[in-house]
């Protein structure tokens, strides 16, 4: 059975999701790296939060995985270029805690302004201290959102009902969709030098790590409050505790840092410093969610089927216009495997109609996965077809053409001698065109390609054939060139024909090609 390695706590929903499913959830909290690695062969997932360390060791030791699943939406503890080179999917749950974590930046951004823990601290300790920890209003002071992405957008969204002035910096969000919100858009250089509170909603790479430095914060306005939920090391904490303690910077609040867990940094003894161990996630809602979504990406993972939040896919966001088309590309990909008799020298896919509006590249890997399924001992998925493909010296061609003659859209794979075209026909597969014979009929596990002369009996001789064995035809499709000079006959049949039956056809006169495809 298909075994799934859990080795933190994770929701009993998703343990649920995923047992329902059929895999068996091997669940072993709190292993050394030691013992992980023992426990890696025969794996085919491992699914894990912020302490498990996913390095190039463990990836070797997990010979068997297909995926590995982040509950949660940071990616440190993976090292995923390595995962990538080894075609092991890695996906995260990247809207489990969004909620979670924005009203946690809105609670630090209270806390920091009002001095909300300081003055419990002292009032608990003995001391009434009313005078020294009094705070300011949020509103009317200006904001400066770092990244408006999914949290930094609910952030947004909040500090507007206190009445603040919003400013932020995202190279990514047009200045439209930032308008809308009721934000100016700005650069990063400016927002720091204008703004009376910021907040941090960044990932953590290598344009990120050490951003607020001391030449940054250099130019923070006077007074300024920080506020990062987002990931530690985004804020150099050395450079932050002398900017407060200069006076340059009013005060922070910080959940993350640059090493974690921890209960040594140079802002844990500044008075107006509010900190929190990592608690983003860390609420009832965004656990269950977290477990929910990792299991529902590890399933379809295993399945091998499209994954919404697998991070080292090389391809864009996936429309709904396109993602119906994934499987009927893969099955394309595998027909064109076996008309060329093996992996081929050179491979277009063509993209036409309604399609070609939209980012296709996930059509050309799902083509890919189906060509080498068909071909390559390894595994091929999503993950490293590219890199199998160019490995393997195969020349490939992407192209998207408006126009497509008599359907909405249609999918188009050539090799140097073979074409076929596939569609949707009210949301079910059908293949269209082989070979330049107009044909329709859906695919099937096993299909059986006919070519030959456009003369009587041919259709009655490969039915009699099939029949003498046994076969039964499930499905048949039949057309001709256009000059009318051959015909092709696309078959679906119950079960795989025997070699003999195959090679008897072949030899039998006015047919001039026979293949069986597979399409699973």
């Known amino acids: 059975m298909t075994r799934i390695l859990v080795t933190e706590a994770l929701s009993a929903r998703g343990l649920d999701a995923m047992t329902a499913a059929g895999y068996e959830v091997d669940v072993r909290l709190g292993l050394t790296p030691a013992e992980l690695l023992e426990a890696l062969p025969g794996a085919h997932a491992l699914v894990i939060r912020s302490a498990t360390k996913v390095n190039a060791a463990v990836l070797a030791a997990g010979r068997d995985l297909v995926v590995v699943g982040r509950a949660g939406v940071g990616l440190d503890n993976i090292d995923v270029p390595e995962a990538t ?141 920080i506020v990062n939920a987002a990931r530690g090391g985004i804020i150099d904490e050395e450079a932050l505790a002398e ?133 390559a001992d390894d595994p091929v ?20 053409t408006a126009s497509s003659p008599y359907r909405v859209s249609v999918v188009t794979v050539r090799s140097s001698r073979h074409s076929i075209s596939g569609t949707l026909v009210g949301g079910e597969p059908r293949i269209v065109d082989l070979d330049a014979h107009a044909v329709e009929v859906p695919p099937a596990e096993v299909m059986v390609v006919v070519r030959n002369d456009d003369r009587p009996g041919k259709i009655g001789l490969v039915g009699t054939a099939l029949g003498d064995v046994g076969i039964s035809i499930v499905n048949m499709a039949v057309g001709q060139t256009a000059g009318g000079n051959t015909a092709l006959m696309v078959l679906a049949t119950d079960r795989s024909v025997p070699v003999e039956v195959l090679d008897k056809l072949r030899r039998a006169p006015g047919i001039l090609d026979v293949y069986e495809v597979t399409t699973v």
Not at 337 to 361: H, I, K, W, Y
Request: contains cysteine; negative net charge.
């Open 85 to 225: 080179r080894r075609g092991v999917m890695v996906v995260n749950a990247p809207e489990s805690n969004i909620l979670s974590a924005a009203e946690l930046t809105i609670a630090l951004l209270l806390a920091q302004a009002r001095n909300i823990p300081q003055a419990h601290a002292a009032l608990v300790a003995g001391r009434w201290e009313r005078a020294k920890w009094e705070g300011v209003e949020l509103h009317g002071k200006t904001l400066g959102v770092v990244g408006l992405g999914r949290i930094g957008a609910l952030v947004a969204q909040r500090a507007l009902g206190f009445g603040m002035h919003l400013v932020a910096h995202d190279p990514y969000v047009a200045p439209e969709r930032a308008k809308r919100m009721g934000v100016e858009l700005t650069s990063l250089e400016d927002l720091v030098s204008r703004c009376d509170f910021i907040t941090i909603h960044l990932p953590k790479n290598p344009e990120t790590v050490g951003l607020f430095g001391r030449e940054l914060l250099g130019l923070a306005k006077p007074g300024v409050r």
């Open 243 to 375: 900017a407060i303690r200069e006076g340059r910077v009013g005060g922070a609040a910080i959940d993350v840092f640059a090493a974690e867990p921890t209960t040594a940094s140079p802002l844990f003894t500044l008075p107006s410093v509010v900190v929190t161990p990592h608690l983003g996630a860390s609420t009832n809602e965004a656990q269950d969610k977290a477990g929910e979504q990792i299991a529902e990406q590890v399933v379809l993972a295993l399945a091998g089927d499209f994954v919404p939040f697998a991070v080292n896919v090389d391809a864009g966001a996936v429309s709904e216009t396109v993602r119906p088309f994934l499987g009927i590309s893969e099955i394309l990909g595998r027909f064109i495997a076996s008309l060329s008799g093996g992996l081929p020298d050179e491979l277009t896919v063509e993209c036409q109609g309604t399609l070609a509006g939209e980012d296709v590249s996930i059509l050309t890997l799902a083509v890919l996965k189906g060509l080498f399924a068909a071909v």
């Open 381 to 400: 998925s999503y993950v490293n077809a590219r890199r199998v493909a160019e490995e393997r010296g195969l020349v490939l061609h992407e192209t998207q």
